[in-house]
């Protein structure tokens, strides 16, 4: 009876909270996770030790702040209905493990689900909601991933809306992550709840490909990017449209991994390495430490860009920048080598959503390779090049 007493008056005292931190991701977020690469296979030394990688391998300097804890960290619920870690894999205690990545500079965030189970069987937050974010505001816990498994007949607007006020409650700002694939639209609802949210289901380590698990499917990267077309006016500072983590290092080619950072940074998408960032190759980490691509991401104009023409297997993509720039990425399609020529004055880009056009005939723009990182000439000539299969020529166009 003293537990239901004190549970009731823990939810009633916290019911006039409604409403998300805001100004937590007023550029999309950066950081790594656990998932894509540990599955359940993960422990504090292994946060530990990624945190220790961020730091010496230059991604924090880059921009990335987040080490992600993903499914299979818990470990049981106590007498009173609070959530604890496994114990054995976190021997120390998530507050340990939190002072720790916070003494490195960086945030930390966790994981968690709407059902009473998460995706992979373990305790989810379902009837536990307030009790779980107070827990993670105790833990120092800076991001809250919310997962869609098991949800049964819930709706998914009040569910996320009810762990957003147990947040809000807690008292500690925290990005809220809705990881809800799209299936209910969130873009629609999503703003004024969380920071993010998932436009898909799972991402793949292949770059045009479908991996069908029967009841579900996992996506390659252009799968996912042309999963939901149409929703770029609903993406901006402090709403972001998530196009998953990113499968850069787990096996694609290098200009494969080169289009699949390329393109997520052009779609304005949060940038959350998957890999093993504790043993990089040098072309994997120079891919996911190239600042002047992550500029474009971290844009802080906010705008998604669009694909603005398709040629031959070549497509032509165009991101609105700060300052009258623009990115412009052209994606080969193809397993071929394609030509480019591309005639500036005969390509006016007007995009009404933000109220910009990019018009060569009235101004110059100097070129900036984005992956070699050399001016290539001005907009007054025509562009030039070749384009190996599965991969870019990023430019930015500097007024």
């Not at 305790?123 to 779980?132: F, I, V």
């Not at 591309?342 to 060569?360: G, M, Q, T, Y």
Request: neutral net charge; charged residues 25%.
């Amino acid at each position: 009876m003293k537990r239901k007493i004190f549970l009731l008056l823990l939810v009633c005292s916290f019911s006039t909270y409604s409403q998300k931190f805001h100004g937590l991701a007023l550029t999309p977020p950066m950081g790594w996770s656990t998932w894509n690469t540990f599955r359940g296979n993960i422990n504090e030394q292994l946060i530990r030790e990624a945190a220790d990688a961020m730091v010496s391998s230059g991604m924090k300097d880059a921009g990335y702040r987040y080490i992600n804890l993903d499914d299979y960290w818990q470990g049981g619920r106590d007498s009173m209905g609070f959530i604890f870690a496994d114990r054995a894999k976190f021997s120390s205690g998530m507050k340990a493990l939190t002072d720790y990545v916070h003494s490195r500079g960086l945030k930390i965030g966790i994981y968690s689900d709407p059902g009473a189970m998460t995706c992979t069987g373990v305790l989810g937050s379902r009837g536990h909601e307030y009790q779980d974010a107070l827990m993670y505001a105790k833990w120092g816990f800076d991001l809250l991933k919310y997962d869609w498994c098991n949800t049964d007949s819930l709706n998914a607007y009040w569910a996320y809306s009810t762990m957003r006020d147990a947040l809000y409650a807690a008292g500690r700002p925290m990005i809220f992550y809705l990881c809800e694939w799209g299936n209910n639209s969130p873009w629609n609802w999503g703003k004024d709840i969380g920071h993010m949210w998932r436009i898909s289901g799972d991402i793949a380590p292949c770059f045009d490909c479908e991996i069908n698990h029967m009841t579900y499917s996992d996506w390659g990267v252009m799968k996912i990017v042309y999963f939901r077309e149409g929703i770029r006016t609903f993406s901006g500072p402090d709403h972001w449209n998530d196009f998953d983590m990113l499968e850069v290092g787990n096996g694609m080619t290098i200009g494969e991994d080169r289009a699949h950072f390329s393109m997520w940074c052009m779609l304005a998408s949060p940038l959350t390495a998957g890999n093993d960032i504790r043993n990089m190759n040098a072309e994997t980490k120079s891919i996911l430490t190239n600042r002047e691509v992550i500029a474009i991401d971290q844009d802080s104009l906010g705008i998604q860009g669009f694909r603005y023409d398709v040629k031959d297997s070549i497509e032509t993509w165009v991101k609105p920048l700060t300052q009258g720039d623009w990115a412009i990425c052209f994606l080969n399609r193809s397993m071929n080598t394609k030509e480019i020529e591309f005639n500036w004055s005969k390509n006016i880009v007007k995009d009404d959503f933000a109220k910009r056009e990019l018009n060569p005939e009235k101004d110059t723009y100097k070129i900036r390779n984005l992956w070699t990182k050399k001016n290539i000439g001005k907009t007054n000539s025509t562009l030039k090049a070749e384009l190996d299969g599965h991969d870019v020529l990023m430019l930015r166009l500097i007024k």
